[in-house]
């Protein structure tokens, strides 16, 4: 070997050394509620996209290319939500999977619009995001189904004629829609009377107070447009009274605080969602156990919901062929989610089974298949 | 040249070889020994730590523990009815303001007071709790998952301490976790993190991973210390290097991690070593420095004499004694070849004047002989004349061109600038021309073709071969002359593998070959006698007239 031989292998280490490493990973932003009150079904909802985004890189990724996820916490306000989108939009994600509120999602709206980027939302069902042609696809039904189904139900079972509702005007986006939507049903299927009450969960609310004025109206049916623990809290109030009346609850309570802190009465609950604890498929099955392992603790609807966003994110992104917009992906394909098929309307909405929850001895059943 | 090594380049790898390779050698060692000594002290520090946190977090614990056991066994005594248990949990917390909050329940879950006073709760029923549960199955101290409290947003505790018929459920602020961990790694470059034992943050350097209720679970030291498996570790964590000791903190199943980043444990290191590598570096650079200027130094006067060794070589002996900006050792060797220049100069001189003089004595030498044989072939000139008698006239005309043809030798060797050799076409031109006019009839018409290349030869064979040829050439003169046959005679000579090959042809009629195999003729005997003398052969053929094919080596 000679010396400018050895000099240039000693010099190409040196260069080759000093080299970094590119990555070719594919980044995917998650932006949702993971801090604050009201949290606990949205960190469900990032383990689950986690999760997923763990499973994929260990079977090699999107085409060949890791995932790497950055996780922002929008806090449940709307200024900050925005903040984590252009934050996630500057570093180069290919979607947002995300809000997990509907007011959250909505103060993103015109942002994600304007920016032309594809956010993919695992629980916002506002009725405000739907119908419109735009950036913004949502894996969970709107707010209108979810509340036709609650008030078919409702009407199916229950008999009376009066039914008030108690509602958190924090989310009111979401929780005002709601039931505003399960009004028009109720009305329209089975002629109840229906008075609302609202309330703002982060003002320190006094529950006995606002039970009283509630029941003051002598309903039949109480509907409970609130989070978790708030949702315990007034099915205490009922227990306390020992009124065994029937409550209509909305997927946000769905979580293990309201069996936690609810108590007996919670077991009077129902609620109209999307995934079935009863279905025991496979994937679902794989699903739970997994997550079970992976996060000691059991998967809820919400983790569900995050799970499939992560899935269809990853086949969409998978599936997109050059000088193909992802939103068309999303659009003209069906995904297999955990329990069926998913796929999206012009508008990017899904319409998919809604089923009935109850909550029997400390776990959440299906008590129905609503549509 | 290819094959040789260059000076150049070997003083150049030797000398930057010799400087570089003990400082390199000293760079690795010194790198050893800081990296075993920071590895060793890092280890001891992260033990030490852990321990440290752990037996803190137990004795927080074991605190809780004891006022939780306390509290219970004095509520059960203070009375059972509500107003006196807010009464009794009022003083407790008044004595002990540890808990956040705290609250007694009956075995039913309904519970029965609050501290601070929540008429809110009172009444409520938190059967559905799974650690209440517990406690009430098994009648012991069961301890929850830690969750982030509603109420506080922090990372939240609960115990349940059974108290007679009622149970006493205290609620605690983990942000005293972090308290401890600040305490404890203040000092150094260690991180702290805790989990529960879901895997769930407790503590972290970034408190927001906490409130975001992160599981580390996937990590596999994470799973190792959950599970019992605990000790020192070197892995990467969060895409980082580090060294961490782990601890499994019981009955609440948490663990302990102690980590240090490596590149901040080994930070002191590359302090340390950054300057001495960039005094390395610089004397590397010097060395290198040193080193090429050294070689010109030492290559340039080497070059310089080989310069002066190439003219000596090529005979410009007036070399210089002295070299520029040179070492002594180079100059006496410069000095040495100088000298011996002059003496081969000296030398070379005086042997050319003796050559020539030499040469001056060999041309008169020549010419002498050449005189005298000139002097012989007159006297036989003058008796050829007063001759008559026609065979005896014959044999003075032969003798007379043998003569003229070894007297034409030494009159081209003193003519010639070599007195060694002679060119031998002008030679056997000089003497076919002699011959033909001094032999052949003037009323015979024929021609000569001569055809020699150009050659030198020495007297040694000059004088054979030009009797040689006198004898075959004048013998086909005579054949001419007597028969009027021939017409032309050819002499060809060139040289091959050699070897000089001569052809003399005459176009007359053939005679018999034996007269030349055997001949009874001086003229023939002579070349077969000179023949053998040159060491060659000959060859008569008796086609197309005569033709006689010679070849010696030359």
New interface residues.
């Given amino acids: 070997m000679k010396f400018r031989d050895i000099l240039f292998f000693l010099l190409s280490i040196l260069l080759l050394s000093s080299c970094e490493q590119t990555g070719n990973s594919i980044l995917i932003g998650f932006s949702g509620q993971l801090s604050g009150p009201g949290s606990t079904p949205s960190t469900m909802v990032r383990n689950a996209v986690i999760l997923a985004a763990e499973q994929i890189n260990e079977r090699g990724g999107i085409n060949g290319r890791p995932i790497e996820l950055l996780i922002k916490n929008d806090r449940g306000i709307p200024d900050q939500a925005l903040k984590a989108d252009r934050e996630l939009f500057a570093a180069g994600v290919e979607l947002i999977i995300g809000h997990t509120t509907s007011t959250m999602s909505t103060a993103v709206l015109d942002y994600i619009n304007e920016n032309e980027i594809v956010m993919l939302s695992p629980t916002s069902s506002a009725a405000y995001l739907m119908e419109k042609d735009d950036y913004f696809f949502s894996i969970f039904p709107s707010n209108r189904q979810l509340a036709e189904a609650s008030a078919e139900f409702a009407c199916a079972n229950f008999e009376g004629t009066e039914i008030t509702a108690i509602v958190d005007s924090f989310n009111s986006i979401y929780t005002v829609d709601y039931s505003n939507h399960f009004r028009r049903s109720i009305e329209a299927y089975c002629n109840f009377s229906f008075a609302r009450l609202d309330y703002d969960s982060t003002m320190d609310p006094d529950f006995r107070m606002l039970l009283n004025e509630a029941l003051n109206l002598d309903p039949d049916i109480l509907m409970l447009v609130s989070g978790s623990l708030d949702t315990a809290m007034m099915v205490q109030q009922l227990y306390k009274r020992g009124l065994n009346i029937p409550v209509i609850g909305v997927e946000w309570a769905e979580n293990q605080e309201l069996i936690d802190q609810g108590g007996p009465y919670v077991e009077n609950i129902y609620i109209s969602n999307l995934t079935s604890p009863g279905i025991r498929n496979t994937k679902s099955q794989k699903f739970r156990t997994e997550y079970f392992q992976r996060f000691n603790t059991e998967a809820l609807s919400s983790a569900v919901m995050g799970y499939e966003a992560m899935l269809i994110a990853a086949e969409a992104l998978e599936r997109k062929k050059a000088k193909q917009s992802l939103k068309e992906v999303l659009l003209g394909t069906t995904f297999q989610g955990l329990q069926d098929n998913i796929s999206f309307d012009a508008y990017g909405d899904v319409n998919r089974r809604i089923y009935i929850h109850s909550i029997r001895e400390g776990r959440f059943i299906t008590v129905q298949s609503a549509k | 040249m290819k094959g040789t090594k260059s000076i150049r380049?070997v003083l150049f790898?030797h000398f930057t070889s010799a400087s570089l390779i003990p400082l390199l050698l000293l760079l690795l060692t010194l790198t050893i020994l800081l990296n075993r000594n920071i590895r060793v002290r890092a280890i001891e520090s992260n033990e030490a730590l852990t321990t440290s946190v752990a037996r803190e977090i137990r004795s927080y614990l074991d605190y809780i523990d004891s006022i939780g056991r306390w509290g219970a066994f004095h509520a059960r005594v203070h009375g059972n009815s509500p107003d006196e248990l807010q009464y009794f949990l009022s003083n407790m917390s008044s004595y002990f303001p540890f808990f956040e909050s705290v609250l007694i329940a009956d075995p039913a879950?309904i519970v029965q007071a609050t501290y601070p006073a929540d008429?809110?709760m009172v009444?409520?029923?938190?059967?559905?709790?799974?650690f209440f549960q517990s406690s009430v199955a098994t009648g012991k101290v069961q301890w929850s998952e830690t969750f982030?409290s509603?109420y506080t947003?922090s990372p939240t505790l609960a115990a349940v301490f059974p108290s007679g018929t009622n149970y006493l459920i205290g609620y605690i602020n983990l942000t005293h976790l972090a308290t401890i961990g600040k305490q404890t790694t203040s000092a150094g470059t260690s991180e702290l993190i805790i989990l529960d034992?879901?895997?769930n943050l407790l503590v972290h350097p970034d408190y927001?991973l906490v409130?975001?209720?992160y599981?580390f679970?996937?990590y596999q030291m994470v799973k190792d210390t959950l599970n019992g498996k605990t000790g020192f570790f070197d892995t990467r964590f969060e895409d980082k290097n580090v060294f961490f000791t782990s601890e499994r903190i019981d009955p609440t199943g948490w663990g302990i991690l102690v980590l240090q980043e490596k590149r901040e444990v080994f930070a002191i290191a590359y302090q340390l070593l950054f300057p001495v590598g960039a005094l390395i570096f610089l004397a590397a650079a010097l060395s290198t420095i040193l080193a090429f200027f050294s070689r010109r130094q030492v290559v340039r006067p080497i070059y310089q004499l080989m310069k002066n060794t190439q003219a000596i070589a090529e005979g410009r002996y007036g070399v210089s004694s002295e070299l520029s900006n040179s070492y002594r050792e180079m100059n006496y060797l410069v000095r040495t070849i100088s000298r011996m220049s002059e003496k081969i100069a000296r030398r070379e001189t005086e042997l050319k004047k003796n050559l020539e003089e030499k040469e001056i004595l060999l041309k008169e030498v020549h010419h002498r002989v050449k005189n005298n044989l000139q002097l012989i072939l007159s006297i036989l000139n003058l008796k050829n004349f007063s001759v008559d008698d026609p065979a005896t006239k014959a044999v003075l005309q032969d003798n007379i061109g043998r003569i003229y043809t070894i007297s034409q030798v030494h009159q081209q060797l003193y003519s010639s600038a070599d007195l060694a050799k002679i060119d031998i076409a002008s030679y056997i031109s000089t003497l076919t021309a002699y011959l033909v006019s001094h032999t052949s009839d003037s009323q015979h018409d024929f021609r000569t073709n001569i055809q020699i290349d150009d050659l030198a030869i020495g007297i040694d064979q000059a004088i054979p071969l030009g009797i040689i040829i006198f004898e075959l050439f004048s013998n086909s003169l005579k054949h001419s002359t007597l028969s009027g046959q021939v017409k032309t005679i050819t002499v060809k000579g060139d040289i091959l593998d050699g070897e000089f090959r001569l052809l003399i042809n005459d176009d007359g009629r053939p005679f018999d070959p034996s007269l030349f195999s055997e001949p009874d003729s001086l003229g023939f005997n002579i070349v077969h006698e000179l023949i053998r003398q040159l060491q060659g052969s000959i060859q008569y053929t008796a086609a197309e007239g005569n033709t006689f094919h010679i070849d010696f080596p030359l």
């Fill in positions: 380049r790898i879950g008429p809110d009444g409520n029923n938190i059967n559905g709790q799974p982030i509603t947003n034992s879901r895997g927001q409130l975001q209720q599981n679970s996937q």
